[in-house]
């Protein structure tokens, strides 16, 4: 049970390049999350999915899309990257009430 | 939406107890949620409490709600240098999306 699976863990990009950002859960979870982390503003959510083929945005939205075609898979993918989306993003899935599940994190610098 | 606030740092001596508080506004939240990071790793869910409790208790842990103030508190017995890490309350729905504060960031001092 691998758990939240997430690469790569460290990425550089350069302004306007386009990536994606993979997340896998083996936990059969409905509903997974991005969120990234910057210094001092703890997490804030990007984008959401209660359920294969639905997502929603989150708090901060502008710059990234995300796709939810299988329950497992909950790919982010930043359009054209600018320096302003450096930052450590987590992907997390849940079930009922017992939290997230969160994955180790991919730290992204954009130069 | 909902706004999570906690104090940014605390510094505790190793076999002291540690409290880490924390306030939101929206109390519609039915779970509220301890989270623990330590460097350089993802997020560890410490413990949760429904919002209908005052209480709960996790061996070392334990977890005071007090919904008349919207305040949040978790309290470590016995603090380990190993407990050093940052700290995160957040609030939220039964599978729904969660508010996270801003994190308090927790020294152990031997």
């Known amino acids: 049970n691998a758990g939240v699976t997430q690469t790569p863990k460290f990425q550089v990009l350069k302004t306007g390049q386009s990536m994606t950002l993979q997340c896998a859960q083996d936990m059969n979870h409905e509903y997974m999350s991005w969120y990234r982390q910057d210094p001092g503003m703890g997490l804030r959510l990007i984008h959401y999915?209660?359920?294969?083929?639905?997502?929603d945005q989150g708090e901060v939205p502008n710059g990234y899309n995300v796709s939810r075609s299988t329950t497992e898979d909950f790919p982010l993918r930043l359009l054209s990257a600018a320096p302003s989306q450096t930052s450590v993003y987590f992907c997390?899935?849940?079930?009922?009430?017992?939290?997230?599940?969160f994955g180790s994190g991919t730290r992204l610098t954009v130069v | 939406g909902e706004d999570v606030e906690q104090s940014l740092f605390l510094s505790v001596r190793e076999g002291d107890s540690s409290v880490i508080n924390c306030t939101y506004t929206?109390?519609?939240?039915?779970?509220l949620y301890w989270y623990k990071q330590e460097p350089g790793a993802g997020l560890q869910l410490l413990t949760y409490i429904f919002s209908n409790m005052d209480m709960k208790q996790d061996q070392r842990l334990t977890v005071l709600l007090n919904k008349k103030d919207k305040h949040l508190s978790l309290r470590i017995a016995d603090t380990q240098t190993g407990d050093s890490a940052i700290y995160f309350c957040?609030?939220?729905?039964?599978?729904?999306?969660?508010?996270f504060g801003g994190g308090t960031r927790l020294m152990v001092k031997p």
């Open positions: 997390a899935s849940s079930k009922t009430e017992y939290g997230y599940t």
């Open positions: 957040a609030g939220g729905n039964a599978g729904n999306m969660l508010t």
């Open positions: 929206d109390s519609s939240s039915t779970y």
């Open positions: 999915s209660v359920g294969a083929g639905i997502t």
